[in-house]
């Protein structure tokens, strides 16, 4: 069952300490190259071209986002929006704030200026500075962590009852986890099994349903695929499938695996440095070769 482990971070590390593979063992190249490639490819993103791929009409809406930890800047004056029901996938390499956006989103970050808004244009609600229970209660945003967000040592079925721990009773919370339940029969299986036996795949399942119990309207999702093998990495993707085009949830996600999360979202963004560098939908990010070749493997 080893390959069904996830990756520890320190292997994580190592990965990525060790570059971009672009091909040969020869042509690995440094986070600092393709950092300095990406800034090179950079083009000028006019808000206007974020609005149409959002069609116009976002649902979440980032302006001119300042914000990072401490006092250090991270993510400056980033746009971003997209629309009720689309996918958003966030790429570039490591560093470049991917993960921040998710944060600031959600409430991890300082916020030095800008804003971050949600709903409908008749409905607007300015989310900036609301903290990330206030996002999840309010606002309808849930924020899908990994790894260490599951408690091993409870069940299944008490892992999904936390994740509606904001609700106003915990019967309540039960009825939530049992509609999630309804949906995922393979964790409704599993419900009195303790979360650390179950595989790498059921553990990521396990994490994404337990953000489903509050039934979110946005989905925000770091690196769903790391660390799964193959076939869990598709059932992930099926997953996150159905919540949008089933569901109609919003998914801003960060993959690293650039190709399946182009190949999944609508619209792809690439980050360097705390800047949109591009964007595009998902297929013309797919077929920029720039971007294979610096992201794609290929
Ligand atoms: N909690 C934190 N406190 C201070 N600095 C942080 C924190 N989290 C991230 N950073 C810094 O913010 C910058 C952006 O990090 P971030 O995690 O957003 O990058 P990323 O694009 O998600 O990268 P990766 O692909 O490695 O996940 C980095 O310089 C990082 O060191
Ligand atoms: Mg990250």
Avoid at 243 to 272: C, P, R, S, W
Wanted: glycine residues 10%; aromatic residues 6%.
């Amino acid at each position: 069952m080893a390959e069904e482990q996830q990756e520890t971070s320190a292997e994580r590390a190592k990965r990525k300490a060790g570059g971009y593979h672009m091909g040969g063992v020869e042509s690995v190249i440094s986070v600092e190259q393709v950092v300095a490639q990406t800034r090179a490819i950079a083009e000028e993103v006019p808000i206007e071209k974020l609005a149409a791929l959002a069609n116009n009409d976002p649902f979440v809406e980032i302006k001119d986002l300042k914000a990072g930890y401490g006092k250090m800047e991270i993510l400056h004056d980033l746009n971003l929006q997209v629309a009720k029901g689309q996918s958003l996938c966030l790429i570039g390499p490591n560093g470049a704030g991917k993960s921040t956006i998710l944060h600031s989103i959600y409430g991890f970050t300082n916020i030095f200026s800008g804003s971050i808004e949600i709903g409908p244009a008749d409905n607007r609600q300015n989310v900036t500075k609301l903290s990330p229970n206030q996002k999840l209660m309010k606002a309808g945003i849930a924020y899908i962590l990994q790894d260490k967000s599951i408690f091993p040592d409870m069940t299944v079925e008490e892992n999904l009852w936390m994740g509606g721990f904001l609700m106003d009773t915990p019967t309540k919370a039960r009825e939530a986890a049992e509609r999630v339940f309804a949906k995922y029969d393979r964790l409704a299986q599993r419900r009195t099994h303790k979360a650390k036996v179950l595989s790498g795949g059921e553990r990521r399942l396990l994490e994404i349903s337990r953000a489903l119990v509050m039934d979110p309207e946005v989905l925000l999702v770091d690196e769903p695929s790391i660390g799964l093998e193959p076939r869990f990495i598709d059932m992930v993707f099926e997953i996150l499938d159905d919540l949008q085009h089933g569901e109609g949830k919003t998914i801003i996600m960060v993959e690293q695996n650039a190709k399946k999360g182009l190949e999944f979202a609508d619209i792809g963004y690439v980050l360097v440095s705390g800047e949109l560098a591009i964007a595009g939908k998902g297929d013309e990010l797919l077929e920029n070769p720039e971007v294979g070749r610096l992201f794609l493997g290929g």
